[in-house]
């Protein structure tokens, strides 16, 4: 049986940032899946995707962009199915860490000075890329139309996510896969390193001249690398 592919999107994205990757996953005959990542709270958001793979069956890659990585490490603990890690330009934090914490871990990231903010009734606060900002710092290497139209549709994280600290991440225990872009400016290149490393990854794979937006830009890249992971399930 071939291993089913969940996909999770991370802040300022959402499922169809991965439709180039999806159509190759596909065509080489996996069940795959862009989950939805509500972006709310880390604990609320790995609980639902750990949801969701909770109801498939047989061997499951678990890939996570940005964010989708934080939420990806926490949400496959305690499913034994998920057989394989992707972090795509993604975040691999140790447990209490959270996304301030390694996006400032070393220089290079200044996509956090362009946010704008949405107070909400609750009393937390919701985040969004400002759209003026959102080619050069989160998507260079796409087209302008196709990175204006991801700044339209984006979906915004909310503090409590961006805050709460990591539980124990299923890196420890899962055999992981790295693919990060070299001249991303959210999540600098050093911590991408620093986190490949550190959770002894199968693969590290830097993207020359690639932006944060790496599902979308570098599609067959990213899709090669998930079917290597695949491949070793």
Known sequence: MKPTIVLVHGAFAESASWNGVIGRLQAAGHRTIAAGNP??????????????????????????????????????????????????????????????????????????????????????????????????????????DQSDLAAATQRPLNTNALTEGSAEPAWKTVPSWFIFPEQDLTIPLETFRFMAERANARESIEVSGASHALPASRPQAVADVILRAAAAV
Request: contains cysteine.
């Open 39 to 144: 972006l709310r709270t880390l604990t609320g958001d790995a609980a639902a995707v750990s949801d969701l793979l909770a109801t498939i069956t047989g061997p499951i890659v678990l890939v996570g962009h940005s964010y989708g990585g934080a939420v990806a490490s926490n949400a496959a603990v305690g499913n034994d199915n998920v057989k394989a890690l992707v972090y795509v330009a993604a975040f691999a934090p140790d447990k209490g860490e959270n996304v301030p914490d390694l996006t400032g871990k070393f220089p290079g990231a200044t996509l956090g000075d362009h946010l704008y903010e949405v107070p909400l009734a609750d009393g937390t606060t919701d985040l969004y890329v400002r759209p003026e900002c959102y080619h050069e710092l989160f998507a260079a290497d796409l087209p302008f």
